[in-house]
Nanobody, 115 residues
Framework: QEKLVESGGGLVEPGGSLRLSCAAS????????MYWVRQAPGKGLEWVSY????????HYADSVKGRFTISRDNVKNTLYLQMNNLKPEDTGLYYC????????RGQGTQVTVSS
């Protein structure tokens, strides 16, 4: 069955960078649009970014535009999220998923931005 495993989170100071990865298995990764969503403490899921199946089209929430970059490697079956100039409000649990509602997401990876 489909499986998504997120990794790469951690504790970083404001202005720092992290690169998240999502390893996909159990389905034809190259055939799916993929999403990153996040959940801040005490809040609901928030769509962050998505990418089309071929990787040529990307979209970002206004809150991360210009700071985050989504990409994918359809040979390695892996989705990425490069996060630069991180802010405290980026703190949360980050998931990769099949849609903006977080369907099929894995266990998530924690990102904490704090000085």
């Amino acid at each position: 069955q489909e499986k998504l495993v997120e990794s790469g989170g951690g504790l970083v100071e404001p202005g720092g960078s992290l690169r998240l990865s999502c390893a996909a298995s159990g389905f034809t990764f190259s055939g799916y649009w993929m999403y990153w969503v996040r959940q801040a403490p005490g809040k609901g899921l928030e769509w962050v970014s998505y990418i089309n199946s071929g990787g040529g089209s990307t979209h970002y929430a206004d809150s991360v535009k210009g700071r985050f970059t989504i990409s994918r490697d359809n040979v390695k079956n892996t989705l990425y999220l490069q996060m630069n100039n991180l802010k405290p409000e980026d703190t949360g649990l980050y998931y990769c998923a099949f849609d903006s509602g977080g369907s099929g997401r894995g266990q998530g990876t924690q990102v904490t931005v704090s000085s």
